[in-house]
């Protein structure tokens, strides 16, 4: 499970954290927690982790990594947090594989720890909740609907009444407008017809990306 969600930037309500804990414990399950937009929150201070549900602790492996929080992507370093059990057969597996992570990504990762995490938590959360509200307004002056997120950096928009196929969407959308958004079907079936606008670039750019989606006239949308 991904919390907070990508592509829609939804937030798992405490009451289905509940009731997915019980049925893991049910049944015995393990659950992958992929928790990677943990501190890019919108309404809240905290995520609801679905680990520190009863008995969910031992049965919950928790992906990190440095890539979101800290805007190292590049760096490609990540972590898991899990059952001592689990995680040392993880580790057998991961050092045949990649040995260690690179000298030059430990030094970044070492720096960002050492950063003040509380005032750094409150100046992403305050710079993406300014672009997130700009863009909103966007939208919704130009009349494109969209879910609104909780946590993450996109917006998850409606295009299913311009072009409901969203590869054809999103190719029609980058060669009219200049504008790169990721098709929707590419998150599963039911995001057909949807497209996900990051909100990692500048505001004055989103804005100006939403203006030229507004004015695209999709009745000259890509042939089949």
């Not at 309500?13 to 937009?37: F, G, M």
């Not at 998850?156 to 029609?172: C, Q, T, Y």
Request: with cysteine.
């Amino acid at each position: 499970m991904n919390n907070p969600v990508n592509p829609t930037g939804a937030i798992w309500p405490a009451e289905t954290l509940a009731h997915l804990a019980q049925i893991a414990t049910r049944h015995d399950l393990l659950v992958i927690a992929d928790e990677i937009y943990d501190d890019f929150l919108y309404n809240m201070e905290h995520l609801p982790s679905i680990a520190r549900y009863e008995e969910m602790d031992e049965r919950t492996v928790q992906v990190h990594g440095f890539s979101k929080t800290y805007a190292m992507t590049g760096f490609r370093l990540g972590y898991l947090r899990g059952p001592r059990a689990l995680i040392e057969q993880v580790q057998k597996v991961h050092e045949q594989i990649a040995t260690c992570a690179p000298s030059v990504s430990q030094h970044a990762a070492l720096a960002a720890l050492r950063l003040d995490h509380t005032r750094h938590l409150q100046a992403i959360r305050a710079h993406y909740s300014g672009r997130l509200d700009a863009v909103r307004t966007a939208c919704q002056g130009g009349n494109i609907p969209f879910i609104d997120p909780g946590g993450a950096f996109f917006l998850f928009v409606d295009f299913r009444d311009r072009e409901p196929n969203s590869v054809r969407a999103a190719e029609f959308v980058l060669n009219s407008c200049l504008v790169a958004l990721v098709p929707g079907v590419a998150y599963g079936a039911c995001g057909e017809g949807w497209l996900r606008l990051s909100l990692t670039a500048p505001t004055d750019q989103l804005c100006e990306a939403v203006r030229r989606i507004k004015s695209a006239d999709f009745s000259r949308s890509l042939p089949e």
